[in-house]
Every structure is written in structure tokens, then in C-alpha cells.
């Protein structure tokens, strides 16, 4: 791009690796930018800068925080006793949201996959399982995801926390709110059927 | 393996959309809730599909689309890629899903799968070897020999059978004394010429036996076999090795494999001995 500006061609290029981000976006973002107050710009710069220099992970949970451990890890009116374990920091959110949940949480990062070659090796597995040597935690919710990599991982966690006798749960699988019977898979239906309750 | 056939019946001419029974191989999400299923047809061979909206909670397709499923699905013609407008199961495999092992062995044959077929190549026997594998990996104890039964022919279907009964250098009838397998040649050597290929490695008699007899029987007959834990892993490492040559890299879903099997003498007493407890 030599017809453009060097610093012009440098951001372009910067924004285009971005994902969802074309070319021709890259173009309008860039040239946005140029016609912007410079306030704005510069506080875009410091909020990129501030994410990687500020954000980093919970050396406990390994949630995404800002401090060291995270707020929830601090929280002394939680229950410390239970683990719920995610795939990813994001799956916290929604779980908060429901605000049935009062205990920890621990991210894995990721979820076994033999055919992406994910093993247990690259998760924070090792870290868990270290967090339960103390005993003082007395439940383990495994709440990875209801597909075949989640199920994979639940099961590989299960054989390695069961020898240390603490008690493991897992997130109840069925039918979603707003499903139909007709169009639900098997599995999701002999789970539900399995896990039918009192009503 | 071209599949001029097929090739026609879903090329221009052909009905917008086409029903066919599949077994989903594959799945990559495709931006926030489709996904781009990889799926192994009878008519079609391996293809490639998206399912929108699969990733949504109240998705119709949903549960129907996930890997190590049998399912009839009904497909669109798009401009690249097909689109699965409705599925059916036919088959969850749920002994399968629900069992750490079983799971392992059954990712290990779909990447077989996946590794060794082309899209849009026809391959009949091959969909029914797979199917029929996937049934004996939910009924069977002795998952290795259904492994060692489905590489054995999933290669004889691919053009890649072994030869266990001649020298592959002098045509020679092999006998009954240590042989050498050689996975470049496709297939075994003679001890007189096994001597100048440094890359052979020793087929014992027993291990060449039951690949015989495995290239030729049904599964009803592979599984009477008896094999001990060390010619077990004989036949496992000539076969591993073969198809690794063939391929030119690694299985990554057998790596899993080995990890389990490192665990497992840790983990399975304290399993048993639980589910024992549990038991009413």
C-alpha cells in the first residue's frame, strides 16, 4: 500500500487481523479514527494498553481479573467449599446471573479434544486438583459444556478427583425452556426422562 | 477414487435438496451459533454441511448433529457448502457418549475416517464397516480387537490392504518363522529380504495369524479371538505404524488414547470400587 500513509497502511493492518474484521472494515475503522477527536483515539490506545498490561489471571481460580486473587476468590461470604468448574471465564457470567450459585469457580481454559489434539496436559487440571489436596472442599460441580468435548472432560475429571472421595456433581442435562418435545434428540430426552423430578 | 457418479447426482440437474442417512465425523463452529458439520454419507462418501443455528439452546437441530451420531438428515444445495435443513436420529450411541473409554475408541475411528476419505467419494462398504463398528464399540468388552478388525478393513476398502501371505519383494509364500512388516512396501517381508530394509519391523507368526484371519472373517469370529496384552500391543504398534506411513502423520486421537491408558491403572480401583458402593 504505498499510496497510503505508512502510519494509515500500519493500522489497517492492524485492525484486518482482528476476527470479523475484512479489509474493507479495517479501511472504515482506520479512517474513523482519523477524523475522530484525538481524546477519543488516545483513550482508545490506553484501553488496549491498559488490557494487556492490568488483565491478567487469578493465580487461584484462573478466572480473568484485574486483582490478585479475583474478587470472587476474595469474597469471604462465599462458599469456599464448592468448586464449580468451567470450560471457559466466560461461562462464569451466565452462571452468576442466575444468582443460585454462592460458591468458587475454577476455569480449565479449554475442553479435551482427541481430535483437535487438546489434552488433559494443556488444562488447568493439575491446578484443580492441587486446590482439593487440602480437604477442605467438600463438592465439585463439573459444568462443562453438554457436547462431547465437555462430556469428555467431565468424565476424565470424574476418574481423577473420585480417589480423594470428595463429592462430585453435575449440571443437570435436558430439555432447554422453549424446546419441543418433538424436535428433541435422544439423548437429551433419555437424560431428561433420567432426571425427571417431584413435581 | 474419483466419484464421477456422484458427482453428477449432486451437480447441476439435481434436486435442491436430497435426503441421506449420515454419521456425523466432524463439527467446527461456525461463527456465533452454526456449525460446519463433517459427515459420512452411503451415496456421497465424506461431505461437508452447515447447521444453522445448531449452537442455540432451542436449536431443532441441535442434539442431532453432534459428533459420533447416525442420523437421516435432509439437505439443501447451497452455493458452497450444504445446508441440513432437518435430522432425525437414528442412532445417539449413547454407550458411547456416556463411557470415557468407549468415547476414546469411537473419536479414534471417526478420525480414521476423516483422515483417510476424500469428499465426495462413495465408498458403501465403508459407511456400513463404520456403522457396524460403532454398534460393536457400544455392545463389546473387547474394544482393541473391534479397533484392530476396523483398521484392517478400513484399509482393505481404501486400496490400502495389507499383504500378509506373500513376500512384497520376492512374491515368495511366507513361513511360519518370524517375518518383517514393512509399512512403506504395504505389507510383510520375508527374513532373507528383510535384511536390506532397515525400517522392518518383526511380525511374529501368532501376529501374523490372527491378521489373516482378521482380514478374512466377520467381526462375530474376529471377537472369539484370544489374544494376550503383548500381542495385543504387537498388532496395534504394525498397524499403528502402517497407517501413520500412509498418512505421513500422527493420529492425534490415538495420543488420547495412550494418556488414558496411563491414568487408568491409577484411577480404576477407586472407580470400581465406588460404583460397587453405589449400587443398590
Redesign the interface.
Known sequence: MAFIAEPLARLIGEFNKLPGIGPKSAQRLTYYLLRSPDEEAKALAEAILALKEKIRLCSVCFNITDCEPCPICQDRERDHSKICVVEKPSDILPLERTGKYRGVYHVLHGA?S????I??KELRIEELLSRLQDGSVTEVILATNP??EG??TA??LR??I??LGIRISRLARGL?????LE??????L?QALEGRQEF | MKGGRNSERIGMGAPRSYQTEAIVI?QIKLGEADKILTIYTPGFGKLKVVAKGACR??S?L???V????YSVMLLARGRNLGIVTQSQ?M??F?AL????WR??YG??I??LIDSFTVENSENRPLFDLLLDTLYQLCRVDSNEIVLRYFELHLLHYLGYRPELHRCVKCNSPLKPVVNFFNSSQGGVLCPRCSQNEPMSRSLSVDALKILRLWQSCDYATAKRVQIKSELSSELEQVLQEYMECLLQRKL??M???R?LKN?EP??RL??NR?ENLLKP
Open positions: 479435551i482427541p481430535a483437535q489434539g489434552s488433559p457436547n462431547l462430556e469428555a468424565m476424565y476418574r481423577m473420585l480417589p432447554p425452556f422453549g424446546a419441543e424436535y428433541a434428540d435422544d439423548v437429551t433419555s | 466432524k439452546p432451542g431443532k441441535g442434539g442431532n453432534g459428533p459420533l451420531t436420529t442412532e445417539g449413547l457418549k456416556n463411557d470415557l468415547m476414546a473419536l479414534y471417526l478420525e492425534r486421537s495420543t488420547w488414547l494418556e491414568i491409577l484411577t477407586y472407580v465406588r
